[in-house]
């Protein structure tokens, strides 16, 4: 399977920030929209790291005035970003060995939406369902 049918199936729905604005209002966006992780972009639309729940609770435990440090500073840059074309299998193991649960998708270096490790998980579970439906045809026909 590839990415194209989960970010088909999903929806190229992402919710993005600019790196000057301030974790509190990734905070607001998180909340707002009930997600687990933004795109920082420029002002092209193109990617430029990604903030997580995770990367606000770590300025909180070293930060106590955390949510008036820019995005900027907080956002995780080394950004790994999978393509349509990509496999899900191995955006999943490179999801799983590196400890992150968000993958932007990009075609061309533009954003074109966002998975997570939960959207990769039920598209796979759905997956066998067909296939297990489709054995179970099979056989019965037989």
């Known amino acids: 399977m590839k990415m194209e049918s989960v970010l088909a199936s999903k929806g190229p729905s992402v919710v993005t920030i600019g790196e000057t604005k301030l974790l509190r209002d990734v905070v607001l966006a998180l909340v707002e929209h009930n997600i687990g992780a933004v795109v920082v972009v420029d002002g092209d639309r193109v990617p430029l790291g990604i903030l997580s729940e995770r990367d606000v ?3 909180a435990s070293a930060k106590p005035d955390f949510l008036y440090l820019t995005v900027g500073e907080v956002m995780t840059r080394d950004l ?20 992150f649960r968000h993958v932007p998708i990009t075609e061309n270096g533009a954003l074109i939406g966002i998975v997570s490790i939960g959207d990769l998980v039920k598209a796979q579970l759905d997956a066998y369902r067909g296939d297990i439906h489709t054995l179970q045809t099979q056989l019965m026909e037989s």
């Open 57 to 59: 609770i770590r300025s």
């Open 80 to 99: 790994v970003c999978a393509s349509p074309g990509d496999d899900v299998d191995a955006v999943l193991r490179t999801m799983t060995l590196r400890h």
